[in-house]
């Protein structure tokens, strides 16, 4: 399998290539040469193998024989080392737990199955040290750093927004130190992100420090999230209904990776890109003008990002028919407010405590079955991408009702925190080279 630039302006590489570049040189998000195709007897008898034997498959494809068999099963096996269980909240309407990993988001598995890949293609290209720099708008930042925590010849730099992460989520970013620096940045997601952008592309550094990204631009983070939606298909619980399934949307990389899914072969009726106020997408499916805008700040802060980095690739799926785009995805937008009610409603099905992100992919669900005919017909899921406790604040609030620490954090308050603090681009550039 090649990796084509979506500027189309650099050479094809390999998956291990793409995986330690990142960004293309001509900064363009790496795209598969092809989607493949998978075998049907797999996808119909699937609940015949174990979540690891499904990635194994999955992926497989986009990676060829870069990486051996046993190595790739091992990678799998660590990447997937928690459950996924899915919890029934309504007669047609059920959750996909993504929060059981060490930092209790989503994002654990492909900074795990990133890191390995990266440490793996280190080793094989016989690079020195390499630098993963990473912008985070709360989450990406925690399971970037774990997943990369003392792993061999890699440095990770972390951006984040002051004031704009959560204490726990600041935590997770700031406590584990050793090979994992926090950068503190006066200003928003998008900037930390424009900064991160600024990097790869600058002479100067790309000269002296081997620099690759962590976020859902990466091939290995981004596909490897297509693994949650063959877990989905394989433990859905009415196989005679088809399956909607409703993701919260920030970076699009995640639906991106469903939809890929979907092209593969996996039987899923439609996707839900369920947003807050960051409507850039909803907005384009509406007027066929993709107008990227400031991010706004929301109570599920990590997707609040104004220009989604990998709407691009949803776009090439499809060739960039609208038509086409929106017979598979629909997007709704949610208000802080309507976030809030949706985390009452759904604690009133027997006590669910949602996170904010998960109670917006709750709503995209229900908004989509009233706007069907038969919704009856249809079995939702939407994907809870982060653990509630992490938006404590907000949500004992609105549900009167304490969470239950789960056993990743506890103790992690009493852990020293380390963070830098910068302004702008050229603080970070003099940082990188005094530390190469
Ligand atoms: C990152 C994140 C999202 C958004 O995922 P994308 O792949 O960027 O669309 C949603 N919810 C949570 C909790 C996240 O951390």
Redesign the pocket.
């Known amino acids: 399998m090649k990796y084509s630039s979506l500027n189309y302006n650099s050479k094809k590489v390999g998956f291990l290539d793409a995986v330690i570049k990142g960004l293309a040189p001509d900064r363009g998000l790496y795209f598969p040469e092809k989607i493949p195709i998978l075998d049907k007897n797999f996808i119909s008898s699937i609940e015949n193998y174990s979540n690891n034997e499904i990635a194994f498959k999955v992926i497989e494809p986009f990676i060829g024989n870069e990486i051996p068999k046993n190595i790739l099963q091992k990678i799998i096996e660590e990447t997937l080392s928690f459950d996924f269980p899915l919890v029934k909240i309504t007669e047609n309407i059920s959750t996909l737990e993504l929060f059981k990993g060490p930092t209790l ?3 654990d598995v492909g900074a795990r199955f990133m890191a390995r890949c990266l440490s793996y293609g280190n080793k094989i290209k016989k690079h020195n040290k390499i630098t993963v720099l990473v912008a985070t708008s ?3 930042g925690g399971a970037v750093a774990d997943g990369f925590y003392k792993v061999k010849g890699i440095d990770v730099i972390i951006l984040f927004p002051k004031g704009k992460v959560s204490k726990l989520q600041e935590l997770q970013l700031t406590t584990l130190n050793e090979n994992i620096t926090a950068i503190e940045i006066d200003g928003t997601f998008d900037q930390c992100q424009d900064m991160v952008k600024s990097a790869f592309i600058d002479p100067e550094l790309i000269d002296k420090i081997k620099l690759t990204s962590a976020n ?1 631009i990466n091939i290995a983070r981004w596909l490897s999230q297509m693994f949650y939606y063959f877990i989905a298909f394989k433990n859905r619980p009415n196989p005679t209904k088809k399956l909607v399934i409703s993701v ?8 991106c990776a469903g939809i890929i899914s979907n092209k593969m072969g996996l039987p899923i009726n439609h996707f839900i890109a369920s947003t807050n106020s960051n409507d850039t997408v909803l907005n384009y499916l509406n007027s066929g003008n993709y107008i990227p805008k400031k991010s706004i700040q929301t109570i599920s802060n ?2 609040d990002v104004g220009d989604p980095s990998n709407f691009i690739r949803i776009q090439k799926i499809f060739n960039n028919d609208l038509l086409k785009l929106k017979k598979t995805l629909s997007s709704y937008s949610y208000s802080d407010k309507q976030t809030e009610s949706a985390i009452k409603e759904i604690f009133s099905y027997n006590n669910y405590i949602a996170d904010p ?1 998960g109670a917006i992919g709750f709503l995209g669900i229900k908004d989509y079955f009233i706007s069907q005919e038969d919704p009856s017909s249809l079995q939702g899921i939407f994907l809870e ?2 653990h509630p406790i992490k938006f404590a604040n907000i949500v004992e609030r609105i549900i009167n009702t304490k969470i239950e620490s789960p056993s990743q954090i506890k103790g992690i308050r009493n852990l020293k925190s380390n963070k830098l603090t910068m302004v702008g681009y050229n603080e970070l550039k003099s940082f990188l080279l005094a530390k190469n």
Request: glycine content about 16%.
């Open positions: 988001a989503f994002k709360g989450d990406t859902s919260p949307c920030g970076n699009f990389g995640n639906i990590a997707m992100h991408t982060a």
